[in-house]
Every structure is written in C-alpha cells, then in structure tokens.
T-cell receptor, first 114, second 110 residues
Framework: GAVVSQHPSRVICKSGTSVKIECRSLDFQATTMFWYRQFPKQSLMLMATSNEGSKATYEQGVEKDKFLINHASLTLSTLTVTSAHPEDSSFYIC??????????FGSGTRLTVV | GQNIDQPTEMTATEGAIVQINCTYQTSGFNGLFWYQQHAGEAPTFLSYNVLDGLEEKGRFSSFLSRSKGYSYLLLKELQMKDSASYLCAVRDLSLNKFYFGSGTKLNVKP
C-alpha cells in the first residue's frame, strides 16, 4: 500500500533555531500533502496544504513565514519551523492523498523546543 | 468553514459494543473518514463513507446520513487494544482539504 515516510520521528532543538521535517511518498506520487499539528490530548489541526510546484496554502492563524513549506517534487514535501520557540513544541504529521478517497499519514515528528 | 463534533471521551467494557457519533457542517462535503489513533502515533484508517448507509468492515462499521450531517462508528466485540482515540474527518472537495474532529477517547475496561 501507499506509504509516507516522515523524518525525523523525534527532534529536540534550542529556542531560536530552525528544524526541517521531511515527508516522502515512497511508492506513489503525491501532488498534494497536508501538514497537521497536534497538541497533547487534542485533535489534528490542519496547518497548510502543500501543492507540488506551487505555493502552499495556509490555514487562518498559521504564520507562513514561520512554517515554511516546500513541495519541490512529487515525492517530497518539507516543513521548516523557523526560529522555534517552546510553544512550537508539538506533534507534527503529514498526510498525502492517495487516489480519489484514500489518505495515508506519515509517522509523525515529535518536536521539543528547549 | 468546518464544524465537526464528537464526544470527548467514552468508556465501554471488553466484549461490548460502542457507538461513537460525529456530526458535521461543511461547505463542500465529499466523504467522511474514521481513523484510530493511539497516543503518540499516527492515525490509521478505519473506514470511509461518501454515500448514505452502513459500511461494514469486520468488527468496525460506519454509518453516514448526509442529509443529517451525521455519522457514527460502531465497534463490536470490544478488545482492550481498541482503547484509543477515534477521529472523525471530513473531506471538503471544494477546498481540497481534509478536516478532523476533536477525537473521542475510548477507554475499554475489563
């Protein structure tokens, strides 16, 4: 089946630094990927929709200059958290549309900013 | 916008049946999905409904009524491993987006 590989699974960074999270579709081409953030005991909140070859579309309240998304190829989308702060600590997860109604998720990245 | 509601938490007994409800309001509905998520892990797909009616997959069934903006996930013969959060998600095709409800934490007790 369709697999999305997400790396890293866990990262700890210092406040003020930037962190890049990668999502790769391994056996299919993903023209669209979705990036979510999940705080403890809360549901997945859509941050942005990443489209191959064009600019990402961000949900209201999500700072596009802080959460940089790049979808340069049909198999890779990246999310860079710039100038990270402790409040950015969260579980970040990507998802790709597979066919008409299928969606598959990456394994998630636990970001801790200290 | 999207408005997806689920109960926050439910408790059921091993071997029993539990129904988790989801109501939604969306501008461009094109499918309702149910996912299971264990703590700290990615969601895993359970079921998908785009037409009204019941979809059955083993111990899990999902129902959809588009006119009522309502769905439920039915879990039969509950097992301890079914303790997890269950997420209702709606695809809005007009916006090409996929939105999740707040999730229902299911506690299965012996």
């Amino acid at each position: 089946g369709a697999v999305v590989s997400q790396h890293p699974s866990r990262v700890i960074c210092k406040s003020g630094t930037s962190v890049k999270i990668e999502c790769r579709s391994l056996d299919f081409q993903a023209t669209t990927m979705f990036w979510y953030r999940q705080f403890p005991k809360q549901s997945l909140m859509l941050m942005a929709t990443s489209n191959e070859g064009s600019k990402a579309t961000y949900e209201q309240g999500v700072e596009k200059d802080k959460f940089l998304i790049n979808h340069a190829s049909l198999t890779l989308s990246t999310l860079t958290v710039t100038s990270a702060h402790p409040e950015d600590s969260s579980f970040y997860i990507c998802s790709a549309a597979v066919g008409y109604y299928g969606y598959t998720f990456g394994s998630g990245t636990r970001l801790t900013v200290v | 916008g999207q408005n997806i509601d689920q109960p926050t938490e439910m408790t059921a007994t091993e071997g029993a049946i539990v129904q988790i409800n989801c109501t939604y309001q969306t501008s461009g509905f094109n499918g309702l999905f149910w996912y299971q998520q264990h703590a700290g892990e990615a969601p895993t797909f359970l079921s998908y409904n785009v037409l009204d009616g019941l979809e059955e997959k083993g111990r899990f069934s999902s129902f959809l009524s588009r006119s009522k903006g309502y769905s439920y996930l039915l879990l039969k013969e509950l097992q301890m491993k079914d303790s997890a959060s269950y997420l209702c998600a709606v695809r809005d095709l007009s916006l090409n987006k996929f939105y999740f409800g707040s999730g229902t934490k299911l506690n299965v007790k012996p």
